[in-house]
């Protein structure tokens, strides 16, 4: 079964950056980065296809963060500009099928993750 970790999580000030990897045990088609609030359900933020680097956004990172993949590594990177406070949570990748990162209209769900990482938790915080 493929394993997912991901590292690159912290505390920081709003309006700065952090740089989030995910690193796979093999290269999976498309890999899927959520965020978990307490008392909320999971989110799906961005998404990527590892073959051909197609990517797409939620609406509220759109902009701010960057999805890329380093192949010849199975890492993927999940870049975070401007940190606002509201971005804090726990952030996990998931390995999900392509067909769920190509709606025109960002749709991924929790529910299109396949095998998960641990999470890294992100703080963003004055």
């Known amino acids: 079964q493929l394993q997912l970790v991901e590292s690159g999580g912290g505390l920081v000030q709003p309006g700065t950056s952090l740089k989030l990897s995910c690193t796979a045990s093999?290269?999976?088609?498309?890999i899927g980065w959520f965020r978990q609030v307490p008392g909320k359900e999971r989110e799906g933020l961005s998404c990527?296809?590892?073959?051909?680097?197609?990517?797409a956004y939620e609406e509220s990172v759109k902009g701010r963060f960057a999805i890329s993949r380093d192949g010849a590594r199975n890492v993927v990177y999940l870049q975070m500009n401007n940190l606002k406070p509201e971005d804090t949570g726990v952030y996990y990748c998931?390995?999900?099928?392509?067909?769920?990162?190509?709606?025109?209209?960002?749709?991924?769900?929790?529910?299109?993750?396949?095998?998960w990482g641990q999470g890294t938790q992100v703080t963003v915080s004055a």
């Open positions: 998931a390995s999900i099928q392509p067909v769920a990162c190509l709606n025109p209209r960002f749709s991924l769900q929790p529910s299109n993750g396949e095998s």
């Open positions: 093999g290269l999976p088609l498309a």
């Open positions: 990527i296809i590892t073959g051909t680097h197609t990517n």
